[in-house]
């Protein structure tokens, strides 16, 4: 009304006020200067005491969205030191300081109002309201009377604060009234949430009891390796997980949403890669001009696994007895039918490369397309060969040349077969008694295949250190057909020594055409999708790139993978820009399917690598799961083994690495009898518990093998199940 105070006794020199800038710190923002008088009394304002006496008065306050109350210490103009109930104490800004009181004390008085607040109906609040900005106290004195008490007060902030979907919060305790549609919206999307919890409720309770209800088992893999955290059910399974204390893998299986652990590894690879399935769409493989081609005056013959269907290369020999041999290496040729962009380039881009695991594989290209282009014994398959001219007496090379053009293959040898003939006793006699069939070649191949192993062992600054022999496994199918496995056959893993007498000749074969054609890219200016090694040095992994560069672990200047292009991606790409080199020459790299800096090979090869390191990570574990497998058939519970890193022992006899305890203080290479614990056969776990050193002698140095200084992948074998359901994270709020 415009009258003033005298001075307050306690700060006589303080400047004259009016009674509203007075009474600004009691009644704050949420009560109009109007509504003092009949207000008083909730305030608790007593007019005849002076405002910044603050004995006994307590405050109601919001601090980061939480409501507290407690005393007032002191206060100013823009701020109140107040202390809650634990005896911590806040500074409070004028602005987040809502009600000031005597009475209750602050803990009962937040009690009654959460207590009140439950009791306010939103519906005849939100009628109640005014459809302009108001205050919580203005909403108190319309709902409970003309003069709330300060547990009404405080029970009409609580209430407006925690019902966003009808009040917008305006800050300062100030609220604006939602619309009728905007609530409408608000209302059916807490009653969404509400039934989605309700369900996810429900599921969890099934899941509690041993039951998987239908929906989570059909995103069974989604939930356990690339989930919706917000999807329910995601939620349900979390949730349940953590009622019964059990991981969720476990909790799955329990409740029956897996059939096998083989079914779980499969088709959890399929829902990461093949997410379509493996089936391949209908296409039709376009015929080579055969007519075209000339017809090699060789006869060519593979070597292979008998299983292989994609026989992609073939050798000939010509000219044994003589000063030259030479030496062909023919590849199948795909890329003379198969264009860049059409339909089998696009499912082979897809896939990028065949995937193997024992008794199965899923092939790059559809098996109608292989038959047309693999080359099979009996005909003339359309090939791009090199023929490498090597002197008889020291297999120096004489000289190089690539053809497009058609190769008698006369036989497609297999290892499994002939392994026991054409073995290192056969190939070291100097004076056989009897020759096999291609055996005048063979051996050659391996007086030949020796000599370059030695030349790049000279290259790579040490020889090559393959220790570790290659497993077979086979596995008895009652029908005997190669369909998809059902995890349960019998198992049987056979042991191949690595660098076997065919293995070295193939093996060194593929090198120099892979090298020789790659350097050839790189003199032609065309480019093409090199693997290398910057050297040998420890994290000098192997790269992929479209510029000429050596591989350091291999030992040679260039290498361009050539030799597989009816099951890996990269070989087809390089075999179109061989193919254009052979027809174009010199201006090849004007008319080559891909350009240098071509943007294509880069997403090619980022593809294929991806690709690639999962399908060997799938392999991996599908032949771990096989090896698990034959330990369990063959009741086996101890095994020998080397340490050869810290708590791991690589099994002898078996492809098995597997951590161990009672290691301790051993040396790495120390050789140790192992008792095994159970397996599972679903996380491909196993360990084991060191019982016996077989071994006395720690003078030996440890031979490590060469893939253990490449790209640190020797461990893989361990192979721990990793899946993406975060049991440690903060729950999604549910709807209220």
Request: hydrophobic residues 40%; glycine residues 6%.
């Amino acid at each position: 009304n415009g009258q003033t105070l005298p001075p307050s006794p306690a700060a006589p020199d303080c400047r004259r006020r009016s009674w509203f800038e007075r009474l600004r710190p009691l009644v704050r923002a949420d009560c109009r200067v109007s509504q003092v008088g009949r207000l008083g009394d909730a305030l608790r304002f007593d007019p005849a005491r002076s405002p910044w006496d603050n004995g006994g008065m307590y405050l109601l306050f919001e601090d980061t969205g939480k409501f507290l109350a407690g005393r007032i210490l002191s206060e100013t103009d823009a701020s109140a030191q107040v202390e809650i109930a634990s005896g911590k104490r806040h500074k409070v800004k004028a602005t987040h300081a809502l009600l000031r009181f005597e009475q209750p004390d602050p803990a009962q008085l937040l009690a009654d109002a959460q207590t009140t607040a439950q009791e306010i109906d939103l519906d005849l609040a939100w009628e109640c309201a005014s459809e302009d900005e108001f205050g919580f106290a203005n909403l108190a004195a319309d709902y409970f009377g003309e003069k709330p008490s300060t547990v009404q007060l405080a029970a009409a902030l609580l209430r407006l604060y925690e019902a966003p979907h009808y009040f917008r919060r305006a800050g300062k305790g100030r609220f604006k009234k939602a619309s009728q549609d905007v609530l409408q919206q608000a209302l059916a999307g807490i009653a969404k949430r509400q039934a989605i919890q309700s369900q996810i409720d429900a599921w969890t309770l099934e899941l509690s009891q041993k039951t998987c209800p239908e929906p989570i088992k059909a995103q069974l893999y989604k939930i356990l390796f690339k989930p919706d955290k917000n999807a329910p059910e995601y939620r349900a399974v979390v949730a349940a997980s953590k009622q019964t204390q059990t991981g969720p893998l476990a909790l799955l299986a329990e409740a029956g949403a897996i059939d096998s652990p083989f079914e779980f590894h499969w088709q959890r690879f399929l829902f990461d890669q093949f997410p379509k399935g493996i089936g391949f769409p209908a296409v039709t493989a376009p015929e080579i001009d055969a007519d075209a081609l000339p017809l090699a005056a060789v006869q060519a013959f593979s070597i292979d696994d008998s299983s292989t269907t994609e026989i992609d290369d073939a050798l000939s020999v010509q000219g044994i007895g003589s000063d030259a041999v030479t030496l062909g290496i023919h590849i199948a040729a795909p890329a003379l039918a198969i264009q860049p962009d059409d339909p089998i380039d696009q499912i082979a881009r897809t896939r990028m490369s065949t995937v193997y695991m024992p008794g199965y594989k899923i092939t790059m290209l559809p098996d109608a397309v292989v038959a047309q282009y693999t080359l099979a014994a009996g005909r003339a398959c359309p090939a791009l060969s090199l023929y490498v001219t090597f002197k008889a007496d020291d297999f120096s090379v004489v000289s190089t040349e690539t053809r497009l053009e058609r190769v008698p293959i006369a036989d497609n040898l297999r290892h499994d077969q002939l392994g026991e003939v054409f073995n290192d006793t056969y190939f070291d006699d100097p004076a056989p008694a009897a020759h096999p069939a291609w055996g005048h070649e063979l051996r050659w191949l391996n007086g030949l295949a020796k000599h370059l192993k030695a030349q790049r062992e000279v290259v790579r600054g040490k020889p090559e250190n393959f220790n570790r022999p290659d497993y077979n496994f086979k596995l008895e199918k009652p029908d005997g057909t190669d369909a998809l496995p059902n995890g349960e056959e019998r198992v049987e893993i056979g042991i191949r020594p690595r660098g076997s007498a065919l293995d070295l000749i193939v093996a060194e074969a593929m090198i120099v055409a892979n090298s020789t054609w790659g350097q050839w890219l790189g003199q032609m200016g065309v480019p093409g999708i090199y693997r290398s090694q910057a050297s040998l040095a420890p994290g000098n992994k192997v790269r992929m790139g479209t510029k000429v560069a050596p591989h350091a672990g291999i030992g040679v200047p260039a290498y361009a993978w050539s030799t597989s292009p009816l099951r890996r991606y990269t070989d087809l790409v390089n075999q179109w820009q061989l193919i254009a080199c052979v027809r174009n020459g010199n201006t090849a790299a004007l008319v080559a399917p891909f350009k240098p800096k071509d943007a294509q090979l880069f997403a090619i090869i980022s593809g294929f690598e991806a690709n690639y390191s999962a399908y060997n990570q799938f392999q991996n574990a599908m032949e771990r799961y096989w090896t698990l497998q034959y330990v369990r058939q063959n009741h086996i519970t101890e095994v020998s083994g080397s340490l050869f890193k810290e708590d791991l022992v690589r099994a002898d006899g078996l492809p098995l690495v597997l951590p161990v305890m009672g290691a301790q203080g051993l040396p790495r290479g120390a050789h140790v009898r192992v008792s095994l614990s159970d397996s599972d056969l679903m996380a491909l776990d196993i360990s084991g518990t060191v019982v016996e050193r077989l071994d006395i002698d720690d003078s030996a140095p440890f031979e490590a093998n060469d893939e253990t200084d490449g790209d640190g992948d020797d461990d893989s074998a361990t192979l721990s199940l990793k899946i993406a359901v975060d049991l440690d994270e903060t729950e999604v709020p549910t709807a209220s």
